[in-house]
């Protein structure tokens, strides 16, 4: 039994570090009130999802499009928020969320320091968010 316990530990360990090793970047969808406090406190501490789950939802780069057609379908006034990874250390951690897919999680206030860029995320004229290239 303790062998398999070990080996299951493993492959999450590897399986982890392996979905942190394709995403350089991750993403935080919000709304551009939550931001500008978040400019303004010199972190963002989470939306009203965030803290109610205990740490800021993010998604990768194959999971953003569908986070915002999921949880922000139809809204205005949100931005698109690139996050340098590595620069999160061990409060970012990849677990299991919908559908068994690994999801970043950050268990603690997303530094201003680690944001790469924000851009806005508009609708187009069918109500869908239109992502900056290197996103969609």
Known sequence: MA???LCENRL???????????????????TAAN?????QAGAFHGAG???TD???????????VETAERHFAGQRDLMLVAV?????GAAL?????RDGALFPHLYGPL????????????LDRDGRHVFPEPVS
């Open 84 to 88: 340098d990874s590595a620069a999160l």
């Open 12 to 30: 999450k360990r590897e399986f982890a570090g392996a979905a942190k090793a394709v995403a350089a970047l991750v993403y935080k969808i919000c």
């Open 49 to 51: 999802v965030d803290l």
């Open 93 to 97: 951690k990849w677990e299991a969320a």
């Open 111 to 122: 530094s201003l320091d680690a944001v790469v860029w924000t851009k806005p995320l508009p």
């Open 3 to 5: 062998k398999i316990v």
């Open 54 to 64: 205990g740490y800021i939802h993010l998604s990768a780069p194959g999971q953003v």
């Open 35 to 39: 931001w500008r406090e978040a400019e």
